[in-house]
C-alpha cells in the first residue's frame, strides 16, 4: 500500500513537472472540421519560416560604390548603409515606424531624404537626414500627407504632393531639402490621387499623374516655374486607360521623351 502512494505521488509530480504540450487553437471565428490538432511545438518549428526578412535597394550613393538599402532587424524597417560589396550594413535610423523612401540626390551624397508615418496613420512627413551629424529634420509640416517625393537631375530640389492645403485635395510642392523654408506649393490640384513621378532633365518640367481609378489615370507636365500644367495623355474618350507605375514612369534624359 505504502509503495501504490509513492507511485501515485510519483505520477502527480510527472503531471506538473512536464506539462502537457498545448496545441494550436483556431480563432472563435473560424469553423474548423476534420482538421486534426496541430502541437504548438510543431508551430513553433514551421514559424521559422514565416518570420523572415527582405532587403530592398533604396538608392545609389551618386558619387561612391555606395549604397542605402532598407531592412527589419527589430519590429519595423530601418534604412542602413553599405558602404562596399559584400560588406556589412550600418543601421541609420532607428524609429518604432516602419521607414521608407530612402533616396540620395542625384549629385551629393552628404544627405538623403526618407518618408515616415507615425503609428501606421499613413499621414507621412519627409525627412532630411545629413550623414556627417546624424542630424534627421523634418522637412514637412508634421500633420498633413506627403508622397512621392523625387529628385530633381541638378540635385537641388525635390516635387511631392501633399494634402496639406485642403486635407483631402493632394497638391504639388516643391523644395530644397537644405532649405526648408524654401517649401512652397507648385500647383493647385483638385483630387487625392496626384503625385509627382520625375523632373525633366533641364528641371523645367515635373511629370505628375492623376489618378482616378485602378483603371483610369492620366499623365500630366507641370512647369516647375509657374505650376502651369499641360496633359499629354487622352482624356474624355470611351475607353479608359490607367498608366500603371509597376514600371517607373519617367522622363528620358536623352531626348526629353515620356517613357
Not at 561612391?64 to 530601418?78: A, N, P, V, Y
Not at 522637412?139 to 496639406?164: C, E, F, M
Amino acid at each position: 500500500m505504502k509503495r501504490v502512494g509513492q507511485l501515485a505521488a510519483f505520477l502527480l509530480l510527472c503531471v506538473f513537472a512536464f506539462p502537457q504540450i498545448a496545441d494550436v487553437v483556431p480563432a472563435d471565428n473560424l469553423v474548423v472540421e476534420g482538421v486534426p490538432k496541430i502541437p504548438s511545438t510543431l508551430a513553433e518549428q514551421v514559424d521559422r519560416y514565416n518570420n523572415y526578412r527582405g532587403t530592398t535597394i533604396d538608392s545609389w550613393d551618386p558619387l561612391k560604390r555606395e549604397m542605402l538599402i532598407s531592412t527589419r532587424f527589430g519590429d519595423t524597417t530601418q534604412i542602413h548603409r553599405v558602404t562596399m560589396p559584400g560588406g556589412a550594413r550600418t543601421q541609420l535610423t532607428f524609429y518604432p515606424d516602419r521607414v521608407s523612401l530612402a533616396q540620395f540626390s542625384h549629385t551629393k551624397n552628404d544627405s538623403f531624404i526618407f518618408s515616415k508615418d507615425v503609428g501606421g496613420g499613413e499621414f507621412f512627413q519627409i525627412y532630411r537626414y545629413d550623414l556627417a551629424t546624424s542630424d534627421v529634420t523634418l522637412l514637412t509640416d508634421g500633420k498633413s500627407r506627403n508622397t512621392d517625393p523625387v529628385w530633381s537631375y541638378a540635385g537641388d530640389k525635390i516635387a511631392y504632393g501633399s494634402t496639406r492645403r485642403t486635407g483631402d485635395d493632394v497638391d504639388l510642392w516643391e523644395m530644397d531639402p537644405a532649405n526648408p523654408k524654401s517649401d512652397h506649393m507648385l500647383a493647385q490640384l483638385q483630387g487625392g490621387g496626384w503625385g509627382a513621378l520625375d523632373w525633366s532633365p533641364d528641371g523645367q518640367k515635373i511629370l505628375a499623374q492623376e489618378e482616378i481609378s485602378a483603371n483610369e489615370s492620366y499623365l500630366w507636365l507641370v512647369d516647375s516655374s509657374t505650376g502651369e500644367k499641360t496633359l499629354i495623355t487622352p482624356k474624355g474618350g470611351n475607353e479608359k486607360i490607367a498608366y500603371s507605375s509597376a514600371w517607373p514612369i519617367s522622363i528620358s534624359p536623352a531626348n526629353n521623351t515620356v517613357i
